[in-house]
């Protein structure tokens, strides 16, 4: 009787399962160790779960890119009062930079589904290799969409939006975007050098100076979330003349081989396009002395 009714009961908690499963729309299968099998099964997922991040889903990724676009168009419009031929144009321009996106994504999806395929069943090591190289071709695009399709110097909206509006339009609009980017700037300037106080300590002297150095160069362009690494590559733009003489010896020896590990960053961040080459002066020169 024990055995007939632990029977029963597994059979109603395996049927409330299949329930479930056909109400979720979860398809349950045999969990099998053959990497190639699970990338057939969840490949296309991965991939859009890495490029969306936390959307984790084209349909969601692709609605919040178009909100991101819909408020910056309407903050334009705020600023410059747009006639409807204006709006117009620039909505074309939107449409584009969120098709171009799209399709270098989707080029993209076709490249790792092709390097996934041409993987032997049981190599971890092959699909390791092929997962890391996908992250890394994902950089741009995580770039181009965590500071906004639409935002970035590149985009076929910023690069219509000058030929688009008046010279008065243009005025009150980059009077309002300089404010804008200036505010953020001066924040990541102080998430950067709070963050670098675990290499150095700073007083408060020394974070006032190094405020003003990084003040003094021209505003970035671009911003996202590589936005305090921008603040710690520019400080290797500084001349070591002026850099060096707010530190002791010990803090400076720690500062600079800190700094140095930046140097080389800055080229292939921007080879990768993660950063923009107009927002950082070339790396002054190295010094051989510690």
């Excluded at 859009?48 to 990724?61: A, C, I, R, S």
């Excluded at 990084?214 to 070591?240: H, W």
């Amino acid at each position: 009787m024990r055995f007939k009714l632990l029977s029963l009961l597994f059979a109603c908690l395996l049927a409330a399962a299949c329930f479930a499963a056909e109400d979720d729309e979860v398809v349950v299968g045999p969990i099998t160790p053959n990497p190639q099998e699970q990338f057939q099964r969840f490949g296309h997922m991965n991939f859009d779960q890495m490029l969306f991040q936390n959307d984790g889903n084209p349909t969601v990724g692709e609605q919040r890119m178009r909100a991101r676009a819909e408020l910056q168009l309407a903050e334009v419009d705020r600023v410059c009062q747009l006639s409807n031929a204006q709006k117009q144009k620039l909505e074309l321009a939107v449409r584009g930079d969120m098709q171009r996106f799209l399709s270098d994504a989707a080029l993209l999806r076709l490249k790792f589904d092709k390097l996934m395929k041409n993987q032997k069943g049981n190599d971890i090591n092959g699909f390791n290799e092929v997962w890391q190289q996908m992250w890394q071709d994902l950089q741009p695009l995580h770039v181009r969409l965590n500071a906004g399709l639409t935002a970035a110097p590149t985009s076929l909206l910023m690069k219509v939006l000058p030929k688009t509006l008046t010279d008065e339009q243009q005025r009150a609009y980059d009077e309002a975007t300089g404010e804008r980017r200036r505010f953020r700037y001066e924040a990541s300037i102080g998430v950067a050098l709070h963050e670098l106080e675990e290499v150095v300590a700073l007083s408060d002297s020394q974070r006032e100076e190094l405020t003003k150095l990084l003040l003094a160069m021209p505003t970035p362009r671009q911003f996202g979330p590589y936005e305090m690494y921008v603040v710690l590559i520019r400080m290797t733009a500084l001349p070591s003349e002026k850099l060096e003489p707010l530190f002791d010896a010990s803090q400076w020896k720690s500062l600079k081989k800190h700094l140095d590990q930046y140097r080389g960053v800055r080229q292939s961040w921007v080879q990768a396009g993660i950063l923009d080459p107009d927002d950082f002066p070339e790396p002054a020169a190295q010094e051989n002395k510690p």
